[in-house]
């Protein structure tokens, strides 16, 4: 898969999706985490069913390095709740499918799982497995205003994805949290110094190249990276044409339209155009975009915190990415479900509980988050917007027209389909007319 940025970059992405995953979740309590969420030793686990004790152990996708992103977490939330003892274990996994079999083996086992955290690509293969996770409906009830209030500060969107995408059998089993959409990070320098004009508002494809084309004749720089990260690079692509590379029910391909194939087009003109690199190679965007040497970054929050290391904060400016058929964007989101097996399901929802709070919103953003706070309020707030690019919040607003990441059960093996085709169009060794249709073959073997 090729390079999106130089792992060595102060911008720390290179991004295939399923990192992209790792810095949606609670991610963001150290500027180093990627992810956070949770797991337990093989034995954890209280046994009192007690709101205001007990043990809860944590089940999350990563490796023990990340563990240290927890202490602040629970330090935080041990000011309101110091008999609740949270641990936390990470599951190495190559991808979702493997992660939840991983995690319903240490259950039938015997390991004492109370909390999940799960990303859009696994919430429908964990709610899919009969008896792993238990249904939240009594718990809501007990606390109705307190999740009313979240839902009301909340785009409704992530109320209805949560239903439509981690509900096979219409129960709720997760409370959603931060999510990440796609924006573009341009630096006002290399757009200035070109004459270029930044977008008031939105702006076209059309437009996008235009801007590029003076930027590469008085500057030299590229206008923006092209690479092949299935939520990064393809889908803001499609999205912003009105495609995608599945139906809304995820169960129909449709990588092969005419308006995924001119998109792939499109990124592969702007390479021959020379306003972006040769996809493939050791490109250091983070590096290249402080130097001047390149115009734009696509991203959701994660690159705030390397602006911050850049110190490009106020050199840089978020714009909705460009536009074809209409404003899109990928969007992926972070979810808690609990387990049916654990001991302690009150302790648990106690702690899931203060995860939509608007403390623990406010204190994720401030600190450092990677992702965009679920709530509005909070998105649109000083938590948020501080030491943080102008146009942030537009990555918030993006919510009112993204596109859930396509994620069916065999999501891996689509990702790695859908990449390795887009990669083969951008790099020039397939005609996209080809390349999508072949590709859009091989994933309707893999959905039912």
């Given at each position: 898969m090729a390079r999106t940025i130089h792992p060595a970059s102060p911008l720390g992405i290179e991004l295939s999706r399923r990192r992209a995953l790792q810095a949606l979740g609670l991610v963001a309590?150290?500027?180093?985490?990627?992810?956070?969420?949770?797991?337990?030793?093989?034995?954890?686990?209280?046994g009192s069913d007690d709101p205001l004790s007990g043990t809860l152990t944590f089940v999350y996708m990563g490796d023990a390095d990340q563990?240290?992103?927890f202490k602040q977490l629970f330090e935080l939330f041990n000011e309101q709740y110091p008999d609740i003892e949270l641990?936390?274990?990470?599951?190495?996994?190559?991808?979702?499918?493997?992660?939840?079999?991983?995690?319903?083996?240490?259950?039938?086992?015997?390991?004492?799982?109370?909390?999940?955290?799960?990303?859009?690509?696994?919430?429908?293969?964990?709610?899919?497995?009969?008896?792993l996770l238990h249904p939240l409906e009594d718990l809501i009830a007990q606390d109705q205003k307190v999740v009313d209030e979240y839902w009301s500060d909340c785009n409704p969107n992530l109320k209805t994805w949560n239903t439509e995408y981690a509900s096979p059998d219409g129960k709720t089993y997760f409370m959603p949290g931060g999510f990440?959409?796609?924006?573009?990070?341009?630096?006002?320098?290399?757009?200035?110094?070109?004459?270029?004009?930044?977008?008031?508002?939105?702006?076209?494809?059309?437009?996008?190249?235009?801007?590029?084309?003076?930027?590469?004749?008085?500057?030299?720089?590229?206008?923006?990276?092209?690479a092949s990260g299935y939520f990064t690079d393809v889908m803001p692509w499609l999205t912003t044409n009105g495609?995608?590379?599945?139906?809304?029910?995820?169960?129909?391909?449709?990588?092969?339209?005419?308006?995924?194939?001119?998109?792939?087009?499109?990124?592969?003109?702007?390479?021959?155009?020379?306003?972006?690199?040769e996809p493939g190679g050791q490109f250091d965007a983070g590096v290249q975009l402080q130097k001047g040497e390149l115009a734009t970054l696509g991203g959701g929050r994660w690159p705030t915190l390397g602006m911050r290391d850049l110190d490009m904060v106020d050199k840089v400016r978020i714009?909705?990415?460009?536009?074809?058929?209409?404003?899109?964007?990928?969007?992926?989101?972070?979810?808690?479900?609990?387990?049916?097996?654990?001991?302690?399901?009150?302790?648990?929802?106690?702690?899931?509980?203060?995860?939509?709070?608007?403390?623990?919103?406010?204190?994720?953003?401030?600190?450092?988050?990677?992702?965009?706070?679920?709530?509005?309020?909070?998105?649109n707030?000083?938590?948020?917007?501080?030491?943080?690019?102008?146009?942030?919040?537009?990555?918030?607003?993006?919510?009112?027209?993204?596109?859930?990441?396509?994620?069916p059960d065999r999501g891996a093996e689509c990702q790695k389909i859908i990449?390795?085709?887009?990669?083969?169009?951008?790099?020039?060794?397939?005609?996209?007319?080809?390349a999508l249709p072949a590709a859009n073959e091989k994933l309707a073997e893999l959905v039912p």
């Open positions: 309590l150290t500027p180093a985490a990627l992810s956070l969420a949770g797991c337990a030793p093989e034995g954890g686990g209280g563990q240290k992103a641990k936390a274990q990470g599951i190495p996994s190559g991808n979702w499918a493997t992660f939840s079999n991983a995690v319903a083996t240490k259950i039938a086992g015997g390991a004492k799982i109370d909390i999940i955290q799960i990303a859009t690509e696994g919430q429908r293969l964990f709610s899919s497995k009969k008896g990440n959409t796609m924006c573009l990070y341009a630096n006002k320098d290399v757009f200035a110094a070109a004459g270029a004009e930044l977008p008031a508002a939105d702006w076209t494809w059309d437009d996008f190249v235009a801007a590029g084309t003076l930027i590469k004749e008085k500057t030299g720089a590229f206008l923006v990276p092209a495609a995608s590379t599945f139906d809304a029910e995820w169960s129909t391909p449709s990588y092969d339209t005419d308006a995924a194939i001119e998109s792939a087009e499109f990124v592969r003109g702007l390479v021959e155009q020379g306003l972006a690199p714009v909705n990415w460009p536009t074809r058929a209409g404003n899109g964007s990928p969007v992926g989101w972070d979810a808690w479900p609990i387990t049916e097996s654990s001991q302690n399901k009150q302790a648990a929802w106690t702690f899931i509980k203060f995860l939509i709070s608007k403390e623990a919103s406010e204190y994720f953003a401030t600190i450092g988050g990677t992702i965009v706070p679920a709530r509005n309020s909070v998105a707030s000083a938590a948020f917007t501080d030491n943080a690019p102008e146009g942030s919040p537009l990555l918030s607003e993006a919510m009112s027209f993204a596109t859930p990441i396509p994620s990449e390795e085709a887009w990669l083969s169009v951008i790099s020039g060794n397939q005609k996209a007319s080809v």
